[in-house]
C-alpha cells in the first residue's frame, strides 16, 4: 500500500519569507509526527497529533512554527519569516495509536533557506 | 532528561564482515522501546529492528540482532554478512510507553556506516 508521502521534495525559500510543508499520512493511521533533522544531528520531535488535535507541541522551536492537521489525516507544517537556522530536513511519520506501534516515515522536505 | 547518545559518528566495514554499533540511553523509566532505524541517502527512515524493555531476549531480524544490557542502558546493533546495501545512516531511538500519550521517538545522532566491497 501506499507509504507516507511528503511534498516538497526540496524547498528553497528566502530569509524571511513563509513555507508549508506538507504531509500526507497512511490511510488509518490516527498518529502523526513531525521531526526536524538538521545537519550532523539526529531527529528532534517537533509535533504530535492524534487526530486533528495536537495535545504534544512542545518541540516547537519558536511561535514561527505552527501545524495543523484536517480531517484526520493531511498535515501542514508551516514556517513563518523563515530563518537560516531552519534549514534542515522535515520528517512526518504516521502511526496506529498505541504504545508501541512502528512509526512509518516520509521521505522528507528539504528546506534551504537562503 | 531522556537522551539517546551514538558514540560512533561514522563506521567502516568490508562486506560479508560483522561490525557492531553502539547506543546507550537514559532514562528512568523501566518500561520502554528501544529501535534501530536505517536511513539511506534516499532520507527514507526504515525500522531495522526493535526491542521491548522487558523482555530480557535480544530481538532477531535475520542478519541484524541487538544486544540488549538494561542494567548498563546500552543497545548496541549488530549486522552480520554487510552487505553493499547496509550503508547508510543508523540511528538508535528510544520511546517510553506512555499509552495514550506522544510515544515519540528520541533519537541519537546517527552512526554512519559505510560498507566497503
Known amino acids: 500500500g501506499a507509504g507516507v508521502s511528503q511534498s516538497p521534495s526540496n524547498k528553497v525559500t528566502e530569509k524571511g519569507k513563509d513555507v508549508e510543508l506538507r504531509c500526507d499520512p497512511i490511510s488509518g493511521h490516527t498518529a502523526l509526527y513531525w521531526y526536524r533533522q538538521s545537519l550532523g544531528q539526529g531527529l528532534e520531535f517537533l509535533i504530535y497529533f492524534q487526530g486533528n488535535s495536537a495535545p504534544d507541541k512542545s518541540g516547537l522551536p519558536s511561535d514561527r512554527f505552527s501545524a495543523e492537521r484536517t480531517g484526520g489525516s493531511v498535515s501542514t507544517l508551516t514556517i513563518q519569516r523563515t530563518q537560516q537556522e531552519d534549514s534542515a530536513v522535515y520528517l512526518c511519520?504516521?502511526?496506529?495509536?498505541?504504545?508501541?506501534?512502528?512509526?512509518?516515515f516520509g521521505p522528507g522536505t528539504r528546506l534551504t533557506v537562503l | 532528561a531522556q537522551t539517546v547518545t551514538q558514540s560512533q559518528p561514522e563506521m567502516s566495514v568490508q562486506e560479508a564482515e560483522t561490525v557492531t554499533l553502539s547506543c546507550t540511553y537514559d532514562?528512568?523509566?523501566?518500561?520502554?522501546?528501544l529501535f534501530w532505524y536505517k536511513q539511506p541517502p534516499s532520507r527514507q527512515m526504515i525500522l531495522v529492528i526493535r526491542q521491548e524493555a522487558y523482555k530480557q531476549q535480544n530481538a532477531t531480524e535475520n542478519r541484524f540482532s541487538v544486544n540488549f544490557q538494561k542494567a548498563a542502558k546500552s543497545f548496541s546493533l549488530k549486522i552480520s554478512d554487510s552487505q553493499l546495501g547496509d550503508t547508510a545512516m543508523y540511528f538508535c531511538a528510544f520511546t517510553p510507553p506512555y499509552g495514550g500519550a506522544t510515544n515519540k521517538l528520541i533519537f541519537g545522532t546517527g552512526t554512519l556506516l559505510a560498507v566497503q566491497p
Open positions: 532514562t528512568s523509566e523501566s518500561n520502554y522501546y
Open positions: 511519520a504516521s502511526t496506529r495509536q498505541g504504545p508501541y506501534n512502528e512509526q512509518f
